[in-house]
């Protein structure tokens, strides 16, 4: 999405502020022995009574075989993205999870993801976190008219190596606001200057992914939707949507995650 007018611009700012509080008040539910079908039920019910649409619900990527079928994406440690919140699933001390989530406002879309620790974890986790957050944002300093793609890759790629941690070449952010994927794909490793220079009023979801260990090679699960890191090493997932200006970039998802 280019966005072209004070409508539009307003439109996605809401849409922001709404999918924010829907997600911080997911993330206020996380505790040991939460079930994270139940983490779904809220996010749902709560983007349902605001008036709006879960975007993921429903969403077929192309070359996938069926729908999603939950308005969250809930994926523990070793689950990269797109984990389906599975019935009878409690989150555990130590689990590292990430959320990730998406509405329909005023047929404006938007995206945003967090991953918390459950209970206390361990210091590789809150490493893993710390710098994936940093990774978030650095990247988004490039979110600017005149920057291009792969400023946005090699901001993630410098903090990913800077920590000792890797990023999938597979997964990515993308264009947002008009649909759920649009155009330009952001890969999570570059070269400055390369790719695709950015627009003023283009709509993007900023989403830097990290693994543990040093094997950025993913696996789909038996459920057709989960990513898995191969190693079986834990993965970290923050998103923004952001607005590109001429100067300082606009969280439309924003505050920054903590
Ligand atoms: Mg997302
Ligand atoms: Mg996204």
Not at 45 to 50: A, E, F, R, S, W
Not at 169 to 188: I, R, W
Request: net charge negative.
């Amino acid at each position: 999405m280019i966005v072209t007018d004070d409508t539009q611009r307003e439109a996605l700012f809401a849409a922001g502020k709404r999918l924010r509080a829907v997600l911080d008040a997911v993330l206020a539910r996380v505790a040991v022995g939460v079930l994270v079908k139940s983490l779904d039920a809220l996010a749902h019910t709560l983007i349902i009574d605001g008036g709006d649409t879960p975007s993921f619900l429903g969403y077929q990527p192309l070359g996938m075989a069926k729908q999603y079928p939950a308005t969250l994406c809930v994926s523990l440690n070793d689950a990269v993205v797109h984990g389906v919140p599975q019935e009878g699933v409690a989150l555990q001390e130590g689990d590292v999870l990430s959320v990730d989530c998406g509405l329909v406002h005023k047929g404006v879309f938007v995206d945003a993801a967090c991953t918390v620790i459950v209970g206390e974890g361990d210091d590789q986790a809150r490493a893993l976190l710390e710098a994936n957050r940093k990774a978030l944002r650095y990247a988004l300093v490039f979110a600017r008219a005149g920057a291009t793609t792969g400023d946005i890759g090699n901001a993630v790629e410098t903090v990913a190596q800077e920590y000792g941690f890797v990023a999938p070449p597979e997964l990515g952010g993308h264009g947002v606001g008009n649909a759920q994927h649009e155009e330009p794909f952001l890969p999570n490793l570059g070269d400055p200057g390369g790719g695709e220079t950015l627009q003023e009023g283009q709509v993007l979801a900023i989403e830097p992914i990290f693994f543990e260990g040093e094997d950025s090679q993913i696996v789909t699960a038996d459920d057709g939707f989960t990513y898995r890191t191969m190693s079986g090493k834990r993965s970290s997932h923050f998103e923004h949507t952001v607005l590109v200006t001429e100067e300082t970039p606009v969280l439309v998802t924003g505050p920054m995650w903590e």
